[in-house]
C-alpha cells in the first residue's frame, strides 16, 4: 500500500509517502518513496522535498492554508520532478495515516478515522490547545483532498502511555481535579517509544512479555519511558511535555511553588511564566547560549564557560536519576535505549549518561559506542547485566504501519495487498 503520512503544525506540514504492507513489515522490507516539509503556510511559504535517491528541491509558493499546502505536496509527488513511478495520481494514494498529538483516555491505539473519532480528537483540544486543532485540520484536508474513499488514520503520541497504572498516572493532588478535569499523567513520544520497543524486541528476537526497559527519546524534546512486559508503564512527561527530563528549551521538573514566585517577582502571568518554561529554560536556560546540544559539545571544553558545562552536566544528571528511578520502580530492566537527536547522535552523552550506571551491571563497551553515530546497535559489554542500545526512531514508518494495519482490519472494502498472506498471519 502507499501511504502518504502527515504531520500538520500550525503553519507547517510534513509528510512522507511509504509503501508497506504486512509482508514488508515482517520482513522490515518498507520503502521510503519520499519526504518533505513546508514552513510558512499563510505567507509565502517554503517547500522542501526530498526525492527517493536523497535529492533536495526547494520552492516557494503562496499557500494560504493546510489544504493548499497538502493539495501543493500531492501535485508534486505526481509530478516527474518528484520522481515516483509508482504514484502517477491522487488515488494511487491507498491511505494517509496522521499524527494526532493528543488522544487523552479515549483513544489507546491507533483508530481508523470516522465522524465519531474526529468528535473524540476534538474533545481532547482541551488537552492540546496548541496541536490537537492543526492535526485535526490536516485531517480535514485529506479528507478533502483525497474525497472519503480513501482510509485516514489516527496515531496518537498519547496512546502508547494509556497503559500506565493509576499509581503511575495520578498526581497525588485533590482526587476529585482527575474527575473535573482530567488532570493526570499522559506522557508523549509514544510512537518514538513504542517504535524503539519494538525494534528492540525483534533485534533480540523477545516476546512483548519478556521486553523490559528503559527508552530514552532526547532529541529537541526529551522523555523516558519505563517498558515492562512490552508496555509502557511509567513515563517522565505528564500532563503536558514539560515535566521531567531537561530538554533543549523546556525545563522538565521543577518545583510548582516556583510559577507563582516568580510571577510576583518579576510581575509576569503565571501564562507569562509558563511560555519562558517552555521556550526559554532547559538547555538553554542554563547554558544563556543554545538549546543546540551540538553547539554545548564544542563548547563544553572553553574552561571560561561554566554555564555550558552546567547544562550538560545538570542535563545527563537528570537522565540518570530517571534511569535510576524507574529501575527501582520496575524492579530492574534489561536494557537501555537510547534514541532521538542526541541519543542516537552522541556517544559523549550517553556515555555522560552511563556512567555512574556499573552499580546497576551495565558496562558501556567505549568503542561501539563511538562508532555508533545515527546507527543501530548495542553499547554495552557482552557481559553486562544491564545494557545499553542505539535504535535510531522513525515516527512515520510506525505510522505508516499502524496505518495499514488499521485499513485492513476496519475498512469495509477490501484494500489491493500485493501479497497472498491472510493479514492475520504476519500482525
Ligand atoms: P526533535 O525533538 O525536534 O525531533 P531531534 O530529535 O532532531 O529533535 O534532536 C535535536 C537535538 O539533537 C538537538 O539538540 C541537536 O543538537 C541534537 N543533535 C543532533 N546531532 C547531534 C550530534 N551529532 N551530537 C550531539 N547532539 C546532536
Given at each position: 500500500?502507499?501511504v502518504?503520512?502527515?504531520?500538520?503544525?500550525?503553519?507547517?506540514?510534513?509528510?512522507?509517502?511509504?509503501?508497506?504492507?504486512?509482508?514488508?513489515?515482517?520482513?522490515?522490507?518498507?520503502?521510503?518513496?519520499?519526504?518533505?516539509?513546508?514552513e510558512?503556510?499563510?505567507?509565502?511559504?517554503?517547500?522542501?522535498?526530498?526525492?527517493?535517491?536523497?535529492?533536495?528541491?526547494?520552492?516557494?509558493?503562496?499557500?494560504?492554508?493546510?489544504?493548499?499546502?497538502?493539495d501543493?505536496?500531492?501535485?508534486?509527488?505526481?509530478?516527474?520532478?518528484?520522481?515516483?513511478?509508482?504514484?502517477?495520481?491522487?488515488?494511487?494514494?491507498?491511505?494517509?495515516?496522521?499524527?494526532?498529538?493528543?488522544?487523552?483516555?479515549?483513544?489507546?491505539?491507533?483508530?481508523?478515522?470516522?465522524?465519531?473519532?474526529?468528535?473524540?480528537?476534538?474533545?481532547?483540544?482541551?488537552?492540546?490547545?496548541?496541536?490537537?486543532?492543526?492535526?485535526?485540520?490536516?485531517?480535514?484536508?485529506?479528507?478533502?483532498?483525497?474525497?472519503?474513499e480513501?482510509?485516514?488514520?489516527?496515531?496518537?503520541?498519547?496512546?502508547?502511555h494509556?497503559?500506565?497504572?493509576?499509581?503511575?498516572?495520578?498526581?497525588?493532588?485533590?482526587?476529585?481535579?482527575?474527575?473535573?478535569y482530567?488532570?493526570?499523567?499522559?506522557?508523549?513520544?509514544?510512537?518514538?517509544?513504542?517504535?524503539?520497543?519494538?525494534?528492540?524486541?525483534?533485534?533480540?528476537r523477545?516476546?512483548?512479555?519478556?521486553?523490559?526497559?528503559?527508552?530514552?527519546?532526547?532529541?529537541?524534546?526529551?522523555?523516558?519511558?519505563?517498558?515492562?512486559?512490552?508496555?509502557?508503564?511509567?513515563?517522565?512527561?505528564?500532563?503536558?511535555?514539560l515535566?521531567?527530563?531537561?530538554?533543549?528549551?523546556?525545563?522538565?521538573?521543577?518545583?510548582?511553588?516556583?510559577?507563582?514566585?516568580?510571577?510576583?517577582?518579576?510581575?509576569?502571568?503565571?501564562?507569562?511564566?509558563?511560555?519562558?518554561?517552555?521556550?526559554q529554560?532547559?538547555?538553554?536556560?542554563?547554558?544563556?547560549?543554545?538549546?543546540?546540544?551540538?553547539?554545548?559539545?564544542?563548547?563544553?571544553?572553553?574552561?571560561?564557560?561554566?554555564?555550558?558545562?552546567?547544562?550538560?552536566?545538570?542535563?545527563?544528571?537528570?537522565?540518570?536519576?530517571?534511569?535510576?528511578?524507574?529501575?527501582?520502580?520496575?524492579?530492574?530492566?534489561?536494557?537501555?535505549?537510547?534514541?532521538?537527536?542526541?541519543?542516537?547522535?552522541?556517544?559523549?552523552?550517553?556515555?555522560?549518561?552511563?556512567?555512574?550506571?556499573?552499580?546497576?551491571?551495565?558496562?558501556?563497551?567505549?568503542?561501539?559506542?563511538?562508532?555508533?553515530?545515527?546507527?543501530?546497535?548495542?553499547?554495552?559489554?557482552?557481559?553486562?547485566?544491564?545494557?545499553?542500545?542505539?535504535?535510531?526512531?522513525?515516527?512515520?514508518?510506525?505510522?505508516?504501519?499502524?496505518?495499514?494495519?488499521?485499513?485492513?482490519?476496519?475498512?469495509?472494502?477490501?484494500?489491493?495487498?500485493?501479497?497472498?498472506?491472510?493479514?492475520?498471519?504476519?500482525?
Open positions: 500500500m502507499n502518504l503520512v502527515l504531520n500538520a503544525g500550525s503553519s507547517s506540514l510534513k509528510f512522507q509517502v511509504i509503501v508497506t504492507d504486512p509482508e514488508r513489515i515482517a520482513r522490515n522490507r518498507d520503502e521510503r518513496l519520499c519526504r518533505g516539509h513546508i510558512r503556510i499563510g505567507a509565502e511559504a517554503i517547500a522542501t522535498f526530498h526525492t527517493r535517491d536523497g535529492a533536495r528541491q526547494k520552492f516557494t509558493a503562496a499557500l494560504h492554508d493546510v489544504a493548499s499546502a497538502l501543493y505536496v500531492v501535485r508534486w509527488i505526481t509530478s516527474e520532478e518528484s520522481g515516483i513511478v509508482e504514484i502517477r495520481a491522487a488515488a494511487d494514494i491507498d491511505a494517509v495515516g496522521h499524527r494526532v498529538v493528543h488522544g487523552g483516555e479515549l483513544f489507546s491505539e491507533s483508530t481508523l478515522i470516522t465522524a465519531e473519532v474526529l468528535c473524540g480528537i476534538e474533545d481532547c483540544i482541551d488537552l492540546a490547545p496548541l496541536h490537537n486543532p492543526d492535526n485535526i485540520q490536516g485531517i480535514r484536508a485529506a479528507q478533502h483532498v483525497f474525497g472519503p480513501v482510509p485516514q488514520v489516527a496515531v496518537f503520541d498519547t496512546s502508547f494509556q497503559s500506565m497504572p493509576e499509581h503511575a498516572y495520578l498526581y497525588a493532588l485533590p482526587y476529585h481535579w482527575y474527575g473535573r482530567n488532570i493526570r499523567r499522559f506522557g508523549f513520544h509514544g510512537t518514538s517509544h513504542r517504535f524503539v520497543t519494538e525494534r528492540y524486541r525483534s533485534l533480540r523477545l516476546s512483548s512479555e519478556q521486553t523490559n526497559l528503559i527508552t530514552m527519546h532526547l532529541g529537541n524534546g526529551c522523555s523516558a519511558t519505563a517498558i515492562r512486559g512490552g508496555r509502557s508503564v511509567d513515563t517522565s512527561m505528564g500532563m503536558t511535555p515535566e521531567g527530563l531537561v530538554m533543549g528549551t523546556r525545563c522538565g521538573d521543577i518545583d510548582p511553588a516556583i510559577v507563582s514566585l516568580i510571577a510576583a517577582k518579576e510581575g509576569l502571568s503565571t501564562q507569562e511564566v509558563e511560555v519562558i518554561l517552555n521556550t529554560s532547559g538547555l538553554l536556560g542554563i547554558s544563556g547560549l543554545t538549546n543546540d546540544m551540538r553547539v554545548l559539545l564544542r563548547e563544553l571544553n572553553d574552561p571560561e564557560d561554566r554555564r555550558v558545562r552546567l547544562a550538560v552536566e545538570i542535563f545527563c544528571y537528570r537522565a540518570r536519576k530517571y534511569i535510576g528511578a524507574f529501575l527501582a520502580s520496575m524492579g530492574g530492566a534489561d536494557a537501555i535505549v537510547f534514541t532521538g537527536g542526541i541519543g542516537e547522535n552522541s556517544p559523549e552523552i550517553r556515555a555522560r549518561i552511563c556512567e555512574g550506571l556499573e552499580w546497576a551491571g551495565l558496562k558501556l563497551d567505549r568503542y561501539s559506542n563511538q562508532r555508533l553515530v545515527g546507527l543501530e546497535g548495542q553499547i554495552s559489554t557482552a557481559d553486562s547485566i544491564l545494557h545499553a542500545f542505539v535504535i535510531p526512531t522513525d515516527e512515520e514508518l510506525l505510522i505508516a504501519r499502524d496505518t495499514v494495519h488499521c485499513v485492513l482490519r476496519k475498512w469495509p472494502r477490501p484494500m489491493p495487498v500485493e501479497n497472498s498472506l491472510k493479514v492475520e498471519e504476519v500482525l
